[in-house]
């Protein structure tokens, strides 16, 4: 199964006589900006609880004691980011793109607040809680809002700027951890200060406008109108309106909906699922989530006692990781989306190999900065610079592109099961209208 590159993933498409760029809006760009402060959050406290569970052990002797209390710790914000998540949806589709990200900023810095004021680990426990619902419904957001404010030529360049955001977000939890390092309270002004960016979010979000698609479809046709002028020039406008009345028409037509057994039912859309599927859970079973929550914790396994020292080895594997992703968004248009995404496997295998053989060959675990301490270092940086550039962006890519281009989820909702069937073989095997199929054999792009 190849994935072809669609139109306008590049960033750099002539519409009209006039090319459009990432930078020929910068109300469109400031848009995606701000919005993409919610990956920052979630790359931040993905990144920031790895450094702080070193100083929060030292504090609290039954975390020290036990691995469970360690565990839930670092969990509680991904339990609260699934719930976040599912209700997301919920609140974007009948409070809007702005009022969820607003409400996602209040949440997650109440979070920051209750875990940089906790007493004890079981508040602490409830704060990453409060922080992860507000990771979960900003994730669920940011890409939304800025796929419906953007122009549909530079749509994916942008939205592939909440990936970008996250692993900043990463590399930034990291700074921020050795920053602390020496400051009375350590872990508490690490975990606190991430209220920082939520509370720039907010102030910020209240002087921006709602997505221009949900005001056309749910509110009010005029403010949407005002707000789409700012986005496309005139030659665009018209047609813009157009294709949001007529999405508003159809979807006031429609009573039959898409069943999610009805997406077994053809073989487009089962091809298509599994792949899109199967990515997303490889990129989880190469072990991404461990490397980036216990990164300070592997580097002191591998025999770097220092606190300091393990937070300044995991900020190098950060910045990697920030590096590699940028590398990535250059290579995913220029190697291909299957060679780029099978070279990333074949090196995260060869540097866990690294990596376990490290912890399996090393005498003793009393053992400081030898041989195998170092060597278990550089499989982690292996790991990162194989990962980051192929299997960080290559599934989200593939699946931003097997659907139906600029279709939303709520116009998914909308569709009876023959439209789709139609609209997905068309994708899959190409259409008269010259459109490339994204299903082929034997093809290696």
């Known amino acids: 199964m190849t994935i072809e590159s669609m139109p306008a993933s590049s960033g750099y498409l002539e519409a009209g006589n006039r090319k459009i760029t990432y930078f020929s809006n910068a109300y469109v760009l400031g848009l995606t900006v701000v919005a993409g402060i919610g990956g920052l959050l979630f790359g931040y406290d993905t990144g920031v609880i790895s450094g702080a569970l070193l100083y929060i052990r030292d504090e609290f002797e039954e975390v020290n004691q036990s691995s469970f209390l360690q565990e839930t710790i670092v969990s509680m914000a991904l339990v609260g980011a699934i719930i976040g998540a599912a209700m997301g949806g919920w609140i974007n589709d009948f409070y809007g793109r ?25 508040v602490l426990i409830f704060g990453r809680f409060l922080v992860g619902l507000g990771v979960g419904v900003a994730s669920v957001t940011a890409p939304v809002y800025i796929a419906e404010a953007s122009p549909s030529e530079i749509r994916g360049g942008l939205v592939s700027t909440n990936v970008l955001m996250i692993t900043g977000g990463q590399f930034l939890s990291y700074l921020v951890n050795l920053a602390f390092t020496e400051v009375p309270g350590t872990w508490r002004w690490m975990l606190g200060v991430s209220a920082v960016p939520a509370i720039l979010q907010f102030s910020i979000m209240l002087f921006l406008p709602e997505s221009p698609r949900w005001l056309y ?12 002028s700012k986005i496309y020039d005139p ?13 508003l028409e159809e979807e006031r037509h429609r009573k039959s909906v898409v069943r999610y057994s009805d997406v077994f039912k053809v073989k487009e859309i089962r091809l298509a699922f599994f792949a899109g599927a199967g990515l997303q859970a490889f990129q989880q079973f190469t072990g991404i989530n461990t490397v980036m929550y216990y990164s300070p914790m592997i580097v002191q396994m591998a025999g770097f006692r220092s606190n300091q020292l393990a937070l300044l080895l995991s900020l190098i594997v950060a910045a990697m990781n920030a590096a590699g992703t940028v590398l990535g968004i250059y290579l995913i248009d220029h190697v291909g989306r299957r060679k780029l995404a099978l070279s990333s496997l074949a090196g995260v295998i060869i540097s866990l190999i690294v990596l376990a053989a490290a912890f399996i060959l090393e005498p003793s675990a009393s053992s400081v900065n030898g041989l195998y301490g170092w ?19 290559v599934p989200w890519t593939v699946n931003s592109e097997i659907y139906p281009g600029g279709v939303s989820r709520n116009m998914w909702r909308g569709l009876t099961f023959e439209e789709v069937e139609r609209i997905w073989k068309e994708r899959a095997w190409g259409s008269g209208n010259g459109r490339e199929a994204l299903l082929e054999a034997g093809n290696d792009q």
Not at 235 to 247: G, P, V
Not at 384 to 390: D, K, N, R, Y
């Open 98 to 122: 702005k009022r969820a990200t607003l409400s996602a900023d209040v949440v997650f810095a109440l979070g920051s607040v209750v875990m940089a004021a906790a007493p004890n680990p079981y």
């Open 217 to 228: 479809m749910k509110k009010d046709k005029s403010e949407a109108i005002v707000v789409l």
């Open 235 to 247: 030659y665009r406008l018209e047609e813009e309106i157009d294709q949001l009345a007529t999405a």
């Open 375 to 393: 060597m278990a270092v550089m499989g982690l940086a292996l790991y990162i610079s194989f990962f980051a550039p192929g299997m960080g962006p």
